[in-house]
């Protein structure tokens, strides 16, 4: 297949053999069909898929660069794991990312901060039967909308390849959203002190559940890695 195309918003987009490999084994490495430190081994692929080595190795350095897939000299593409320390670099990005583009969303027109207050209402109106991918997904929306909302096309590319890890990383470690309303109100706040223009409230606030957050994630790691380790 040299070529395809995709339904979006109602018009028919051409998607090309390599951005249909990337949406394909991307979605199976952030769904999890594909395990962490597996390796991703190319004539399977390329059966599988019906494409060239040329273009699965294409959409495999795309992949890479989005955090995705790991390309180790010598030996190939494996799905990444997560060890503490990849964690707290992580959220160290984050946190520079997201606290510096809420400083200027603090500043910025009140119609600029309307995507994350519409961020908050949908994750507070999530019902309890909602999934755990869906309270994820909902948690990710307030994030993003941070970042988006200041205009800066690089920083969002930026926040993106760093919050799609973050979701792999969450995938894997299924760190639960056991307490919903806690963390929405977390969110609320952030969101109160941006409306009210008190920007140093706000990065500390968001910098208090980014920390909490990453504790949480490189103790479920850890949990993880000794639930591994073998008997002695």
């Not at 979006?8 to 390599?18: A, H, I, P, Q, Y």
């Not at 990312?97 to 995507?115: I, K, Q, S």
């Amino acid at each position: 297949m040299a070529s395809g195309v995709n339904v979006e918003d109602g018009e028919l987009k051409r998607v090309s053999t390599v951005d249909a490999l990337v949406e394909a084994i991307g979605g199976r490495v952030l769904d999890g069909s594909f395990e962490p430190g597996a390796a991703l081994r190319e004539p399977e692929l390329c059966s599988q898929y019906g494409v060239s080595r040329h273009s699965l190795r294409t959409a495999l350095q795309q992949l890479n660069h989005e955090g995705l897939v790991r390309l180790v000299a010598n030996r190939g593409a494996f799905v990444p794991s997560f060890d503490a320390q990849d964690i707290q670099d992580l959220f160290a990005l984050r946190s520079i990312l997201e606290c510096g583009a809420l400083e200027r969303l603090a500043v910025a027109d009140a119609g600029a901060v309307e995507p994350v207050r519409a961020s908050v209402e949908a994750l507070e109106a999530m019902p309890a039967s909602a999934t755990w991918g869906e309270m994820r997904d909902a948690d990710m929306a307030f994030h993003r909308a941070i970042v988006e909302s200041i205009g800066n096309p690089r920083v969002s590319r930026a926040h993106d390849a760093v919050i799609t890890e973050s979701r792999l990383c969450l995938r894997q470690l299924r760190s639960e959203y056991e307490e919903h309303e806690r963390v929405a109100g977390q969110h609320k706040e952030i969101l109160q002190a941006l409306l009210d223009r008190r920007a140093d409230q706000a990065k500390q606030l968001l910098e208090d559940h980014l920390d909490e957050a990453c504790a949480n994630l490189v103790e479920a790691q850890r949990s993880a890695a000794k639930g591994a380790s073998p008997v002695s």
